[in-house]
């Protein structure tokens, strides 16, 4: 099973909703689980925020966030997950922000860099990772982990973690 089909077996075994708020994937996400047959039943919607404004002005990231701490960062990153959740009114909701290059990198922040948020009642992840890839393999292998990353909360919730990579 793909695992955008996997999310959806799951949210609606669960009866929650999901949202996403994404930059450096420009929507890949939402493309993702809309594919799959039914999503509508689960998945209310998103937000595309690929400039500091709009991170702002529609997920509610603090300016001061984004002047401390930059787009690409941990603190952006949960900031965005949990105005999407707020904003759409889910019970989960999932963000992306990172550099998918090839240019816009620095010594700090490389090109592939991508932090990936989940908020969720109760409960809040973030992860860092690095990729090494062209941009468009930047942007399928945030959406890969982004997946998963709501998949693993999701298979705890299920008492499933038999179906966890490990």
């Not at 999932?94 to 009642?121: D, Q």
Request: aromatic fraction near 4%; charge should be negative.
């Amino acid at each position: 099973m793909r695992p955008e089909e996997e999310l959806g077996t799951l949210l609606q075994r669960l009866e929650m909703t999901l949202a996403v708020a994404e930059s450096c994937t420009g929507g890949l996400l939402a493309h993702r689980i809309t594919n799959v047959p039914g999503s509508s039943t689960y998945f209310l919607g998103g937000f595309i925020a690929y400039s500091d404004k709009t991170k702002e002005e529609f997920l509610g990231v603090r300016h001061e966030t984004l002047v401390v701490h930059g787009a690409v960062s941990e603190e952006t990153a949960r900031e965005m997950a949990r105005g999407a959740r707020q904003r759409v009114g889910t019970d989960l909701a999932v963000s992306i922000t990172g550099i998918a290059g090839p240019t816009g990198g620095t010594t700090e922040k490389p090109v592939g860099l991508v932090y990936i948020a989940l908020a969720a009642p109760g409960d809040e992840r973030c992860q860092r990772s690095v990729w090494q890839g062209d941009r468009l393999q930047n942007k399928v292998q945030s959406v890969e982990a982004a997946m998963g990353l709501v998949l693993s909360y999701l298979r705890v919730q299920t008492g499933d973690v038999s179906s966890e990579e490990g």
